[in-house]
């Protein structure tokens, strides 16, 4: 199951950057390698049950793009999981916790049956 968010604003780099990271750890995501410079971070998260395997990945890159900051977060939950969040809840947890920090953030969010715009 894969769920793209797409989230804008006028804000900074660097400030959304910064609350993109930090929102990773919000939604229960663990870092594991970031690249400020190309706008890279990648997270996982494990169920710790299942003897910590990989139980959903995200992929975000931010960019600067017709004077915006553009952020791109794809969710990916790997299939043979049961219950929990899917892909789509994600990546909505995920710009709830951007827009916190970043009050006019533009949240987008498509899976393959679903597109939510607020």
């Known amino acids: 199951m894969v769920a793209v968010g797409q989230y804008s604003t006028k804000d900074s ?3 959304v950057y910064n609350a993109a990271i930090e929102a990773i750890s919000e939604i229960q995501f663990s870092v ?6 190309e706008g890279i971070i ?3 998260r494990q169920n ?4 910590m395997q990989v139980f ?8 600067q ?3 915006k900051t553009l952020v791109q977060a794809t969710f990916i939950r790997n299939p043979g999981f049961i219950g929990g969040r899917k892909s ?7 710009g709830d916790y951007i827009k916190k920090v ?11 049956k679903h597109k939510m715009i607020y």
């Open 102 to 112: 970043i009050s006019d953030l533009e949240i987008s969010i498509e899976d393959k």
């Open 32 to 37: 594991k390698t970031t690249d400020i410079q």
């Open 65 to 67: 793009v017709d004077g």
């Open 42 to 44: 990648q997270a996982e």
């Open 48 to 51: 710790t049950d299942l003897n």
């Open 56 to 63: 959903a990945s995200v992929s975000v890159i931010i960019k």
């Open 13 to 15: 780099s660097d400030k």
């Open 88 to 94: 789509l809840k994600m990546a909505q947890k995920y």
